[in-house]
């Protein structure tokens, strides 16, 4: 998901919000490219630099997953009771502020 976002993330960036060594980020980036999932593109603010960007593959696959993600949710929500959701719901919003 960190390289889904429509603009695209820099590899550095990457590192970053995985928490993974730059070096790491590298080998993800070429994983991913290598399935056909993101490509690299030259960093208009910085000639040196590359952005990943999804494909249309990863747009899909990311869209497949985050629907599996909302109908597993759904599925273990409406295990409680109506009046539990909702206390969850408060919890999860101070939670959050």
């Known amino acids: 998901m960190v390289v889904s976002t429509q603009h695209g993330v820099r590899l ?3 590192a970053e ?3 993974i060594a730059p070096r ?15 490509e690299r593109t ?3 603010a910085d000639r040196r630099a590359v952005i ?7 747009r899909r696959i990311r ?3 985050a ?15 109506e009046a539990d959701r909702a206390t969850l719901a408060r919890i999860l919003r101070a939670l959050l502020d």
């Open 12 to 14: 550095s960036d990457l």
């Open 17 to 19: 919000r995985l928490r």
């Open 24 to 38: 790491s980020a590298t080998e993800v980036a070429d994983a991913l490219q290598d399935r056909g999932l993101v």
């Open 42 to 44: 030259p960093d208009p």
């Open 52 to 58: 990943l960007r999804p494909t249309d593959e990863g």
């Open 63 to 65: 869209e497949e997953i």
């Open 67 to 81: 629907a599996a993600r909302t109908a597993d949710a759904v599925e273990l929500f409406e295990r409680l009771p």
